[in-house]
Nanobody, 120 residues
Framework: QVQLVESGGGLVQAGGYLRLSCAAS????????MRWYRQAPGNQRELVAG???????NYADSVKGRFTISRDNVKNMVYLQMNSLKPEDTAVYYC??????????????WGQGTQVTVST
């Protein structure tokens, strides 16, 4: 069983910052790509940022220059540093990972989400 647990969400004023963390635990071989998604009320879940095991990154246009994704392959963690937050960044943020199990099959895993609320 593999678990992804997010932390670091909360309430912040516009212009402020938050750092989200996601820790992977359980029995697995390795974690390939890791991503952060978000979903605001009434909206579809959207990709915010992704990072490969080799630390190649990609970002949604709406967060480029403000958010930074990083990871620690030893600790099996992924982070999202969010600066210059805007009210439109308000959403539940989800961690997602491509987990290679001990059987060498790859499975898509999701965390339970963490709420980020940006006030005006």
């Amino acid at each position: 069983q593999v678990q992804l647990v997010e932390s670091g969400g909360g309430l912040v004023q516009a212009g402020g910052y938050l750092r989200l963390s996601c820790a992977a635990s359980g029995s697995f071989f390795v974690i390939n790509a890791m991503r952060w998604y978000r979903q605001a009320p009434g909206n579809q879940r959207e990709l915010v940022a992704g990072i490969t095991r080799g630390h190649n990154t990609n970002y949604a246009d709406s967060v480029k220059g403000r958010f930074t994704i990083s990871r620690d392959n030893v600790k099996n963690m992924v982070y999202l540093q969010m600066n210059s937050l805007k009210p439109e960044d308000t959403a539940v943020y989800y961690c997602n990972a491509d987990v290679v199990l001990t059987t060498r099959s790859q499975v898509d895993h999701w965390g339970q989400g963490t709420q980020v609320t940006v006030s005006t």
